[in-house]
């Protein structure tokens, strides 16, 4: 099994510019998450989806960012437009039968994000 | 306060030597707790869980304190390579939305020659 894929790994972007990030978890795996990664906020949940319907999006910081789940094995995270304090390590993971399955929680390698 | 905190450290550990550290969680109706490894500029890869009675996994013993509200992780003839952030999980029941699951921030370990 591959894992969980994540792409791009590095993106660095203009301010005020699009960013989406992608993710494939692995196959079988009913429940997505996405979580960010900074040195202030530690791993925070921004969402996560179930059999690929958002079921909570509270930690979503704001507007600009939005994700979809438009089939089984593929999600993005969108942010635009992109301000330097989205600059963090955005992680993926997939679980399989619960969303706090950690026995079966994988996380992706990540995006490292750089808005300038 | 926030819901599960930990000592960011860095903890310096000569090789061989001893360390523990703890991560607080706020929440009494907290029902498992987790220890996860991330190694610099990787994912969090699942370290071991937490028993009530304590748990040993080789050089690893986690243990649960509930009186107090903390977990912790000991580290018996510490390696180079278990240099790493060691981030706590606590999930815990929310009524209304189920269990609810939290990252501490972290406590960064440095295994030192």
């Known amino acids: 099994d591959a894992g969980v894929i994540q792409s791009p790994r590095h993106e660095v972007t203009e301010m005020g510019q699009e960013v989406t990030l992608r993710c494939k978890p692995i196959s079988g795996h009913d429940y997505l998450f996405w979580y960010r990664q900074t040195m202030m906020r530690g791993l925070e949940l921004l969402i996560y989806?179930?059999?690929?319907?958002?079921?909570?999006d509270s930690g979503m910081p704001e507007d600009r960012f939005s994700a979809k789940m438009p089939n089984a094995s593929f999600s993005t995270l969108k942010i635009q437009p992109s301000e330097p304090r989205d600059s963090a390590v955005y992680f993926c993971?997939?679980?399989?039968?619960?969303?706090?399955?950690?026995?079966?929680?994988?996380f992706g390698s990540g995006t490292r994000l750089t808005v300038v | 306060r926030k819901e599960v905190e930990q000592d960011p450290g860095p903890f310096n550990v000569p090789e061989g030597a001893t360390v523990a550290f703890n991560c607080t969680y706020s929440?009494?109706?907290?029902?498992?707790f987790f220890w996860y490894r991330q190694d610099c500029r990787k994912e969090p890869k699942l370290l071991m869980s937490?028993?009530?009675s304590g748990n040993e996994d080789g050089r690893f013993t986690a243990q649960l304190n509930r009186a107090s509200q903390y977990i912790s992780l000991l580290i018996r003839d510490s390696k180079l390579s278990d240099s790493a952030t060691y981030l706590c999980?606590?999930?815990?029941?929310?009524?209304?939305?189920?269990?609810?699951?939290?990252f501490g921030g972290g406590t960064r370990v440095l295994v030192k020659p």
């Open positions: 999980v606590v999930i815990f029941l929310i009524k209304a939305a189920g269990n609810k699951l939290t």
């Open positions: 989806f179930n059999n690929n319907v958002p079921i909570d």
């Open positions: 937490v028993y009530s």
């Open positions: 993971a997939s679980s399989r039968d619960s969303k706090t399955n950690l026995y079966g929680y994988t």
């Open positions: 929440n009494s109706a907290s029902q498992s």
